[in-house]
Every structure is written in C-alpha cells, then in structure tokens.
C-alpha cells in the first residue's frame, strides 16, 4: 500500500539579535547587581526567582525604571522594547536575586491590564505596580484541574453591583504576600459541547473577607505555594477584567508572556555554574555531560530572544513559548541529573560543601518545575496541536 503523507506546519520565528543599546544596558544591570551583592540581598541560588521575595529589592528596580520597561509612560512605564527587558531579567535570573515580589505583575499582570483593563484600573493599578509598590499573584489552577483551565469549577455569580466569588485555587505564588490575584472564574454554567465559554477573569484583593491562604510548602518546608480558598468573596464591577465571559481568550494571551522568559530554562543555572566549578576539566565524560548542557541552553535561550523580538511585533507565539517551556523544564531537571552524576558528592541543606547545599536545594525544588506554567504533558500537547499532529 503506498504511503499516507502527512502535512505538518512547522513553528518559524525570525532571527533575531540583542541591539547594542541592549547590550550596553547589560553593564548597568551587573554594576546594580555588584552593588547589592555587597548589601547581601542576593546569594545566587538555585529557583530564586520563585523564592526570593524581597519587596525592597524590587522597589529598588523600579526606581531604576526595570519593572514595567514596556509599558506606556502614561502608565508608569518606559516605553522600552521586549528585548531590553530580556536583558534585564536575563541578568537578574543568571545572578540568583530575588525577584519573586514583582515577577507576576511584570511578566503578565500588568499586560493583560494594558489590553484588556479599563482605562480607570491602568491609571490606578499600573503605575504603583511599576514603582515595584504593588504586586500580584495568579488564581487560575484548581484542585483535581491540573493545567486543564477549561474544567476550573470556582464560580462567580452576579449580587447586585459586583460578583460573589465561590471555589479553590492552587500554586499561587506568593498569595499570602501579594496585594491582588487576578482569578479566573466560572461566570456561566459549563457546557461540554463548549468548555472554553462562560470563563470570566475577576482582580481580586486579597485582603478580602471571606479569602483564606493557606500554605503549601515544598519539599524542603519553604512557602511559596499556596491554597486560596474564596467563600462568597465580593468583587465590583469596576474589578472586572476585560469582558464577562472572555476569561478563555484573555487567559490564554498571557501564556507566551509566562512560558517563553529566560525563567524556564535558567532556575538551575547557580546548580550548572557550581558544577563547572567542580568539574575535572581532564576528563572527557565529564565535559561531553557539561558541553550538552550549555548547548541546549544556548539553544533555548536564541529561542527565547527570538519570542521576545515577536512580542515586540505585538505577535502572540503561543506554540513556541510552550516549547520553552517544556524544553526548559527538561533542561533544568537534567542540570540536577548531569551533577548528581558527575559530582563525588551527596546532597545536603547542612553540608560545609557549598555544591552540596546547592545541588540539594535544586533537588528539593525540582518537583515544583513541571507545575508552573503548565506540566510537561499539557504543554506537549498544545505544540502537538499547532504542529498539525493531533
């Protein structure tokens, strides 16, 4: 029988490169950086960007006009391309500084006010989240929901000048520091034949009544993670998101904004810069082991420019950036692998070995990699799909 050919598309995003005012932003960034490892506000480790909150910190960036880089003036921003901004955070990320306070509000909240807010929530919300004054969590996961945000079950139901919020949401990062937490409801009742209608999108105060935090600690019992539990949790009208029944299309906007950042791929870069350290440069396995690692890092960093450069042409990647992701997610877990592998050592929070400590504290943090942003499956899938393959 002859062969059935198949027709798949393929994911092409132009070159692109960083331009030397970009490059010459580079500079500042590591002498800010210098300045305050010599304050002691960042110790280079493994994950920071999802462990290190220090509202302070991140206040000091906005002073220098690093958060919001993007975004109109008229709002508290700068103006700056995307690219910019990659160096930015690229810096930020490779030094281990804690980031986390504002990370959410930078990368995908304060956007999704830019598109889809009202002109009154910008001109409130935006230039204090600019400043580094004001920062945001994320409610869409569920229990039993994993990354499927069409099955989410918390509702919001219409009382008079505003909704009643009603249901559970899981991973917030930083809820029970954060200020707000835009959160995805069920404003109409689900239809299966339709699951992605009736979906609306809700800033919620998280200093509300009726909303409960509550902590969900990793495994080496620190908190980030939370559970928000919302009991007829009241939100105006004026604290709508965008369009009732949008919630879908507005959500999945923001996805190439959260999965495609330098983030995905360098969580494990202290780990990999620590083993380079410790590494017998005469032996070959352990170079081949290494030389693989910076490839792919190298690799997923173009891709991750390369993003960058489309957001910047107001284009919407969502394929590639899932691709980030994924690839990231495997790169950062096979870090933790080529050093257990490759390294005389064990891992040890308490060990006088600084590779020890670091090398556990990557172990430890790991199974929170494939959770944010979506698991490793969904994320396949949607690169599937845009490939033509299912």
Known sequence: MPATSTTTATIRLPDAGLPPTAEALRGEVREFLRAERERGTIQGTSDAWLAGFDAGF???LGDRGWLGMTWPRRYGGHEQPSLHRFVVIEELLAAGAPVVAHWVTDRQSGPALLRYG???????????????????????????????????????????????LNGTKVWTSQAHQCDYMITLCRTSPR????????????????????LTISP????????HFNEVLLEDVFVGDDMVLGEIGSGWRQVTSELAFERSGPERFLSTLPLLVALVRVA???????????????????????LS????????RGEAPDVAAALVKDLGTTLENEIIDVARSVAP??????????????????????????????????????????????
């Open 345 to 390: 050592v064990e891992p040890s929070a308490t060990a006088a070995d600084p590779f020890a400590r670091e090398l556990a504290r990557a172990v430890l943090h790991a199974p929170g990699f494939t959770l944010r942003g979506g698991t490793n499956e969904v994320l396949r899938g949607i690169v599937a799909r845009g490939l033509g393959l299912r």
């Open 118 to 164: 009202t002109e009154e929530q910008r001109e409130r919300l935006l230039p204090e989240m600019a400043r580094g004054r004001s920062f945001f969590a994320i409610g869409m996961s569920e229990p039993d929901s994993g990354s499927d945000l069409a099955s989410v079950r918390t509702t919001a139901r219409r009382d008079g000048a505003g909704w009643r």
């Open 305 to 312: 420019v390369q993003i960058a450069a489309a957001l910047d």
């Open 191 to 210: 239809d299966d034949a339709a699951r992605h209608d009736g979906l609306s999108q809700f800033i919620v105060d998280l200093r509300s009544p009726g």
């Open 280 to 302: 017998d440069p005469d032996d070959r396995r352990q170079a081949v082991a290494i030389g693989q690692l910076v490839a792919q890092l190298w690799t997923l960093r173009r």
């Open 216 to 223: 969900i600690r990793l495994l080496d019992g620190e908190h």
């Open 58 to 60: 991140s206040g000091r």
